[in-house]
C-alpha cells in the first residue's frame, strides 16, 4: 500500500492557505501540515516525513527561495514548488538557480496544483528509491560508547535504510561484569538492527597499535563502510585516544571519517559539524537504557543530560537536538543522516554534508 503523500505548505496568507488545503487535501487526498514561519518550515524539514514543499516566495523573514535553497542542501531528494502571485522572468530564473523543482502563478489552478503535486510526489519518490545506501562503521573501546557518541545518528542511518557496523574493541570489564555489558550490547544493537562486532581487548589497556589496528582492518574488509565515526584524540580516556589512533590508520582508505564526543572528552574537543537528532532523542535513551548496568554509577546516562547536551549542541546546527562530530575526513561528502548537519559557523566554514536525508522517510 502507498503511504499517503505529505506536503509541507508554507503560506503566510491564511485565506490562500486554506485553499490549497481543501484542493490538496480533500480533492487529492494529500496531508498537508501548514506553516506561516519560514522558521518553522526549516525545523518541519528537519524532522522530515515529506514529500513535496510547496511554498510561497514573498514570506516574512525569510523569502521562498532562500528557504528553498536551505532545503536543497540539507534533503537535496525533496521536490520544491514555489508560488508568487507577481509574474516575473526574474523570480522564475532565480528559482531555477535554487534547483526548484516548479514554479507557479497565483492564482493557482486547483487541477494544475493537483497535477502538478502528483508528479513531484513521484519524482521525489523515484530519487529516493535510487539513493544509495551507505555503509556505517562506528567503533567504540567499550560498550555504550557508540550509543553515547552517535546513537541518535545511528538511529537515522538506519531509519534512512544504511547499514549500521558497531565495533566494540573491549567487554569493559572494569566498569562492570563483562558478560553482562556484552549482553547489553547485544541489546542495543538489535533495538536498532545493527550488526555487532565484539573484541576482547583489556578494557584501561587497548594499544594503539597492533592488535587494535588490525582488528579494526579485518572489520573494515568485511562490512567495506563508506562512513566511520570514531573517538576522539581529545579525550582524557587513554583507552579512547588509542582507539582513534588505531581506527585512523586502519580507515585510511574509507571515504568519511568523523570522530563523536564522550563524557570523557577534553575542552579541546572542537566539532565542525552538528547532526540534528530531533526524532531520534527517544531511540538515544533506549539504546542508552539498554545498558542497565551503568545506569546507576555513570551520572552522563540519565536522559536529562544526555538531552541537555544534546540542546546545547542544536544551538550550532538548528532543530532542538544534535550531535556534535570532528570530521576528520570527508573525501565523497557525507551522503544519507549525516548529510543534514550543519557546519559551525565559527570553524572551518565548510559547507554543509552533501546528500541529506537524515533517515526519515520522505
Known sequence: MVAVARVLLVEDDLDVAGYLRIVLEKRAGFEVVHTADPQEALTLIRGGGFDVLLTDIELPGLTGLQIAASVRDSHPHLP?????????????ITALRSQVDEFVLKPVDSADLIAKVNALVTLGRSRESARTAQVVLVVGAHPDDAEI???????????????VVILTLSRGARGGAADDRQHESLAAAELIGARLFMEDLEDTKISSGDPTVGMIERVIAEVSPTIMYTHSIHDRHQDHRAVHQAAAVAARKVPTFACFQSPSATVDFRPNRFAPIDTFESTKLALLAAFSSQASVRDYLEPDFVLATARYWSRFGGGRSAEPLEVIRDVAG??????????????????????ADWGVTQ
Open 80 to 92: 520544491i514548488m514555489v508560488m508568487t502571485a507577481h509574474a516575473s522572468v526574474d523570480y522564475a
Open 149 to 163: 557518541g552517535v546513537g541518535g545518528l545511528m538511529a537515522a542511518h538506519r531509519a534512512a535504510g544504511d547499514q
Open 334 to 355: 557525507v551522503s544519507g543522516p549525516a548529510a543534514a548537519a550543519r557546519s559551525d559557523p565559527d570553524t572551518d566554514g565548510s559547507t554543509v554534508f552533501g546528500n
